[in-house]
T-cell receptor, first 109, second 116 residues
């Protein structure tokens, strides 16, 4: 079956770094997405990885290892506004997104 | 770029009425649009995949006669919740995928439906 696993909740301190892990099992693979969703709002696109390695985009970076079925989202210099849920989604061979349940990130001052 | 709009953002209606939600891709053509539902503190649930000019593909457990989807153009898809009941109250979100080869889904802002 297809499955996306990510931690339910994480807590970090403002200004620090946090890494949110995601493991995936999909029927075929056409990439791994990360989205940010603030409470009461729709998700917004953060990153897309289809090749192994690290993609850096400002304070956010995303990593993919296809052989391990593993990805992580790295957030640096955390700000209070980064408090949100982070959704990991794998794209299968039919280009359908398989969604994780999301990781709620709590930032403390 | 890649902006998706949804209208209305809020709907309050009486039980038994039908509600229509529009999803538009504003600056790109979307051959495929998706409709999701999200209950409070729960993950996104895909309801259906809509391809322009063809019938929508519904996920298991989603009643196609209750949730009518029309994708008549490359920039517009509509979801009609027919004979809405209180249990249909939820956050409905559409997303659109660029038909130009990019596979990223871009989300609309969502529609909150409250059925009294």
């Amino acid at each position: 079956g297809q499955n996306i696993d990510q931690p339910t909740e994480m807590t970090a301190t403002e200004g620090a770094i946090v890494q949110i892990n995601c493991t995936y099992q999909t029927s075929g693979f056409n990439g791994l997405f990360w989205y940010q969703q603030h409470a009461g709002e729709a998700p917004t696109f953060l990153s897309y990885n289809v090749l192994d390695g690290l993609e850096e985009k400002g304070r956010f970076s995303s990593f993919l290892s296809r052989s391990k079925g593993y990805s992580y989202l790295l957030l640096k210099e955390l700000q209070m506004k980064d408090s949100a849920s982070y959704l990991c989604a794998g794209m299968d061979s039919n280009y359908q997104l398989i969604w994780g349940a999301g990781t709620k990130l709590i930032i403390k001052p | 770029g890649a902006v998706v709009s949804q209208h209305p953002s809020w709907v309050i209606c009486k039980s038994g009425t039908s509600v229509k939600i529009e999803c538009r891709s504003l600056d790109f053509q979307a051959t495929t649009m998706f409709w999701y539902r999200q209950f409070p503190k729960q993950s996104l649930m895909l309801m259906a995949t809509s391809n322009e000019g063809s019938k929508a593909t519904y996920e298991q457990g989603v009643e196609k006669d209750k949730f009518l989807i029309n994708h008549a153009s490359l920039t517009l898809s509509t979801l009609t919740v027919t004979s809405a009941h209180p249990e249909d109250s939820s956050f409905y979100i559409c997303s659109a995928r660029d038909g130009g080869g990019r596979e990223t889904q871009y989300f609309g802002p969502g529609t909150r439906l409250l059925v009294l």
